[in-house]
């Protein structure tokens, strides 16, 4: 049972105009989301991340929206930059004992010239 | 700086052989983690280690092991190397408390192919 689907496997998207990557979770125990972004031949690399207390997180040109009734997220990139092709990967974590963070199976986004 | 180094980029193997690989991280973090990456099944958790000589199993722990002596470092072993551990292995370490509590540092990968 996938706990946390990226249900695109691919977004292409235009330089300069806005990249939107969503995500959705099934399991409400999940109160910690975070972005990775991944280029070829290199680990991931951490981008943004929420707290479930919060619906909205943003640190330059990226912003994360979470919907908890919905139980999705989304990554916006304004504007979109040709170094932002990358696969990302969506994660959550449920706080306590268990360590583990799940994670989605990435999108890869390719910012067109 | 953070830093998570894995001992290999790129590693071939026969079919039966013992392969270790090695993950060092100097920030001092209490847990660390190894996942497996292949196209359309994202990360997958292998093991995971939250203190020296303590490790817990993640979701497909089959066919490997893992040791963790000393702190800073945390090794993946396949006891005996087949073609499906054919992979992307990625390395993994994380602090406890504070601010971005939950934040992974992730080590480059070692590109594994087992013929």
């Known amino acids: 049972d996938q706990q946390v689907k990226q249900n695109s496997p691919s977004l292409s998207v235009q330089e300069g105009r806005i990249s939107i990557l969503n995500c959705d979770y099934t399991n409400s125990m999940f109160d910690y989301f975070l972005w990775y972004k991944k280029y070829p031949a290199e680990g991931p690399t951490f981008l943004i991340s929420?707290?479930?207390?919060?619906d909205k997180n943003e640190d330059g040109r990226f912003t994360v929206f979470l919907n908890k009734s919905a139980k999705h997220l989304s990554l916006h990139i304004v504007p979109s930059q040709p170094g932002d092709s990358a696969v990302y990967f969506c994660a959550a974590s449920a706080d306590g004992r268990d360590d583990k963070i799940i994670f989605g199976k990435g999108t890869r986004l390719h910012i067109l010239p | 700086d953070v830093k998570v180094t894995q001992s290999s980029r790129y590693l071939v193997k026969r079919t039966g052989e013992k392969v270790f690989l090695e993950c060092v991280q100097d920030?001092?973090?209490?847990?660390m983690f190894w996942y497996r990456q292949d196209p359309g099944l994202g990360l997958r958790l292998i093991y995971f280690s939250y203190d020296v000589k303590m490790k817990e199993k993640g979701d497909i722990p089959e066919g490997y092991s893992v040791s963790r002596e000393k702190k800073e470092r945390f090794s993946l072993i396949l006891e005996s190397a087949s073609t499906n551990q054919t992979s992307m292995y990625l390395c993994?370490?994380?602090?406890?408390?504070?601010?971005?509590?939950?934040?992974?540092?992730f080590g480059p990968g070692t590109r594994l192919t087992v013929l």
């Open positions: 993994a370490s994380r602090g406890g408390g504070g601010g971005g509590y939950n934040e992974q540092f």
């Open positions: 929420i707290s479930s207390i919060k």
């Open positions: 920030m001092d973090h209490e847990n």
